[in-house]
């Protein structure tokens, strides 16, 4: 295993704390029992006695980055001396919300950007690229459904533009627009839809007026084989991807802000979070400080790269950060 401790470096640069207990995907947690105190009392989650008679499920779509939110949101639960449950892996986010609203779930991780297009049928055009702004509109959405949409992560998982570090350090690139210029030279590979879309290479040809001498069209899996490959030498990435932690690609800063934001917000059903008391939401709020851009890519890569388990790495996460003793 490698980077032993990179979190660490990471909340400390934060000054963050965080822990948890393993939980395996759809099982049952008993509560953690402990004495009647704050759940997020300073830095550290302690369980409330009060807590182990309330009863918690929580799910989440069906891919690396939700398998490792919904562990972290149901270990820190449980150490806060809830009951928590787990529906892990529920498949695609209209799934997903159908769970929420039956009940099958109280709550699950989704993404601002995506309710607000998937559910709430905006265009990805009409999406707010201030990250504030886009979970407000999507809390707004959710609350005329019964839903409460927690405050976000910092993270945002959205579409981004990476290179190979060695060829983009050799042509002086940092940001998109860096690659004006130099577009005639370079191969593209995105999506079958990427040319359609505002958030892809159709945003990438009106915003920043690029126009690649070849486009190759591949599935998302392949996003970084062919840049490792050489196939390509700009592809379209997604900003937490776990490769990007390796050191190897360059994610390019986004100048001219043209995706928009896909931060993580807790999606409960309101009757549900209404009955957990206020510790659930602290508790929720504390081991989210810690959720950065490049601490997902970590955790990312933990699973996809070092084929830990989500439930190990969610652990790690919370005990390398000190949410738990």
Do not use: W
């Amino acid at each position: 295993m490698k980077r032993v401790g990179t979190l660490v470096v990471i909340a400390a640069s934060l000054a963050l704390s965080a822990c948890g207990s393993s939980n395996d995907n759809n099982t049952t947690s008993s509560a953690a029992g402990g004495s009647q105190t704050s759940a997020s009392s300073g830095n550290t989650i302690k369980a409330n006695s009060a807590n182990s008679s309330k009863t918690v499920t929580i799910g989440s779509k069906n891919f690396t980055e939700e398998f490792i939110l919904g562990q972290i949101y149901a270990q820190a639960l449980k150490a806060a001396g809830y009951n928590v449950k787990t529906q892990l892996n529920l498949g695609s986010e209209q799934i997903a919300l159908k769970a929420l609203k039956s009940g099958q779930v109280d709550a699950y991780p989704e993404y601002t950007g995506t309710a607000l297009t998937s559910f709430f049928k905006r265009k990805a055009t009409d999406v707010p690229h201030d990250e504030q702004k886009a979970y407000q509109e999507a809390k707004a959405e959710f609350a005329k459904e019964g839903l409460t949409a927690l405050p976000p992560t910092p993270f945002t998982d959205s579409n981004g533009v990476g290179m190979l570090k060695s060829k983009a350090d050799s042509l002086g690139i940092q940001t998109i627009s860096d690659l004006k210029g130099k577009d005639a030279k370079l191969s593209f590979s995105g999506t079958p839809e990427c040319p359609q879309r505002p958030d892809c290479l159709l945003g990438l040809k009106e915003v920043y007026g690029l126009k690649f001498k070849k486009v190759t069209a591949v599935d998302p899996s392949l996003r970084h084989k062919v840049l490792d490959s050489g196939q390509a030498d700009v592809s379209i990435v997604y900003t937490t991807d776990g490769q990007i932690a390796q050191g190897k690609e360059a994610l390019l800063e986004d100048d001219k802000h043209m995706f928009p934001p896909y931060n993580v917000t807790l999606v409960f059903k309101k009757s549900a979070l209404d009955g957990l008391g206020p510790d659930a939401q602290k508790t929720i709020a504390l081991v989210q400080k810690g959720l950065t851009t490049e601490a997902m890519q970590e955790l990312n890569s933990r699973v996809d790269i070092d084929k830990q388990t989500p439930a190990a790495v969610a652990k790690a996460y919370l005990t390398e950060s000190g949410y738990l003793k």
